[in-house]
């Protein structure tokens, strides 16, 4: 996990969110879907073709191939313009921020825009208990079975309970886990647990 600051007092984290490659690709093939799904709704209900390769339109009304694709195109449309928004505001990203000049350690995250766009939850110091590493199987495949081990990173504090530090989207290798766990239980002065 990159780390953006690094002071002997302060240790700031990135989280990325909504601006990942796989949502910028998602959002843009469900609008072009959306997209053709209305051109074929518009070409059956005015009885023309605008696709070279396709048969004879006029065979098919519009009601309900049309109706139906049209539902099916506007829906995928709202689909897509909530993608776009989530992109364009961030939402979900934000910092964790560890002070020990403060003796907090703040997570601070945005959300949709409103009166509750900042999210921010702050933990004193005194409160973390431990940083715990939890490893869970996965079992995986159809036709073999095999068995994937997936490791987050928690902070386990007296008030909140466990806050995870990391998530399994992040493809975090099992060495750069127990380094940032390492690496934060060590700045905390907690123990650092499997």
């Not at 879907?33 to 696709?51: E, K, N, P, R």
């Not at 992109?87 to 000049?101: C, E, T």
């Not at 490893?135 to 309970?161: A, C, D, N």
Request: charged fraction near 20%; include cysteine.
């Amino acid at each position: 996990m990159n780390i953006i600051l690094r002071l002997e007092h302060l240790r700031v984290y990135p989280i990325t969110e909504s601006r990942k490659i796989s949502n910028f690709f998602w959002a843009f093939i469900i609008f072009l879907g959306s997209l053709g799904l209305l051109l074929v709704a518009i070409s059956s209900y005015l009885g023309v073709d605008f696709f070279f390769l396709s048969e004879e339109i006029s065979d098919f009304p519009f009601i309900p191939q049309g109706a139906t694709m049209s539902f099916y195109g506007i829906e995928g449309l709202f689909i897509s313009f909530y993608l776009w928004c989530t992109i364009l505001w961030d939402v979900g990203s934000g910092y964790d921020i560890f002070d020990k000049k403060e003796r907090k350690v703040c997570f601070f995250r945005w959300g949709f825009p409103g009166k509750n766009r900042r999210i921010i939850l702050e933990v004193p110091m005194k409160e973390i208990q431990s940083i715990r590493i939890i490893t869970g199987v996965k079992e995986e495949g159809i036709f073999t079975r095999t068995l994937t081990y997936e490791s987050i990173v928690y902070m386990k504090t007296i008030e909140q309970g466990f806050i995870p530090l990391t998530r399994i989207e992040d493809n975090l290798t099992p060495p750069e886990i127990a380094h940032k766990a390492g690496e934060l239980a060590i700045f905390l002065g907690v123990p650092l647990l499997y």
